[in-house]
């Protein structure tokens, strides 16, 4: 009877044991697991932490692009307008100095050389500036060895190509002041007075 109930207190001893051994482990193991969610739990906070510094600066490039293309943008901008402004000043001073009467038919030399002389100046169109009455005729005799045209700053006309020793005309039925130049060589300008 004394030995039986020894051996059953053994037994029970034994099972404890075996269950806080495994308990015990268990316990363990999940230390180690916890440890490990953090560790890898840190890995993904650096690495979300460095994507979104990765695309920060991405973007600021991208941005700091932007404005320096908006700025360049600008600029030119600038300074087309500039150079409109001072076209268009030179055309007020033309328009207060017109050359002579007006009449009813002019004819314009393209001059000698032009296709080649890029500071023939007042002197592509000869006159370089004719004034012609409203309804009134002007008509440019090409007298170099190259073609040329007339075509109006405002596209208004064009006589097109006008070869070597032909000639073009246009009726001009508006007031006004019309710029023009050689398509083919764009130093060459005129101005057509209309009054
Ligand atoms: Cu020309």
Partial sequence: MNTKLLASFAVFVLLAAVVSVSMTNSAFAAEDKKAEMKAKKDDKKTAIKEKKDTKKAEMKAKKDDKKTAIKEKKDTKKAEMKAKKDTATGQTSAKAAPSGEALKEVTVDMAK???????????????????????????????????????????????????????????????????????????????????
């Fill in 113 to 195: 050389g032009t296709a080649s002389d890029t500071n023939c100046g007042d002197k592509c169109y000869l006159p370089s500036t004719v004034a012609v009455t409203v309804g009134g005729k002007v008509t440019w005799k090409n007298v170099d060895s190259a073609a040329h045209t007339a075509t109006a700053s405002d596209g208004s006309f064009d006589t097109s190509l006008v070869n070597a020793g032909a000639s073009a005309s246009n009726t001009f039925n508006t007031a006004g002041s019309y710029p023009y130049m050689c398509i083919l060589h764009p130093w060459m300008k005129g101005t057509v007075t209309v009054q």
